[in-house]
C-alpha cells in the first residue's frame, strides 16, 4: 500500500484546512486510516483515525469538536478537515494505513497500530 497525503499549508490562528490521503495499491487490505502528527522536537502522536469498513471514528481529545476524518472508499481516500485551527496545531501531519484486525481503540491510536505510512505534510498555523 502506497500513501499519498496532501493539502498542508500555513493557515491564521482560527482558520481552516483539509487534508487528503490517497491510498493505492494493496487496498483491499486496508482495516484503518489515521492521521497522526509530530512537532519538532516531540514525538509522533495520534490525532484521529477511521475504521474503513465500518466507519466507527477516534480522536485525539485535543482535537475533538475541530477536526473530522473521514473516508472515500471508491477513491481510497481519507479526509481530515480541520476547523478552529490553533498554533499547537503547527506540525508534520502523517497518515497511516492498518491491515490486519482491530478491536477496541487501542491499536487504533498507536504509531504501531499501522503497517504503511505517507510521506507527511506541513501544517502550520500562525498565531
Known amino acids: 500500500v502506497q500513501l499519498q497525503a496532501s493539502g498542508g499549508g500555513l493557515v491564521q490562528t482560527g482558520g481552516s484546512l483539509r487534508l487528503s490521503c490517497a491510498a493505492s495499491g494493496r487496498t483491499f487490505s486496508i482495516s484503518a486510516m489515521g492521521w497522526f502528527r509530530q512537532a519538532p522536537g516531540k514525538e509522533r502522536e495520534f490525532v484521529t483515525a477511521?475504521?474503513?469498513?465500518?466507519?466507527?471514528?477516534y480522536y485525539a481529545d485535543s482535537v475533538k469538536g475541530r477536526f473530522t476524518i473521514s473516508r472515500d472508499n471508491a477513491k481510497n481516500t481519507v479526509y481530515l478537515q480541520m476547523n478552529s485551527l490553533k498554533p499547537e496545531d503547527t506540525a508534520v501531519y502523517y497518515c497511516?494505513?492498518?491491515?490486519?484486525?482491530?478491536?477496541?481503540?487501542?491499536?487504533?491510536?498507536?504509531?504501531?497500530?499501522?503497517?504503511?505510512w505517507g510521506q507527511g505534510t506541513q501544517v502550520t498555523v500562525s498565531s
Open positions: 477511521i475504521d474503513w469498513r465500518g466507519g466507527s471514528t
Open positions: 497511516a494505513a492498518g491491515e490486519g484486525y482491530y478491536s477496541g481503540s487501542y491499536r487504533y491510536t498507536r504509531p504501531m497500530g499501522y503497517n504503511y
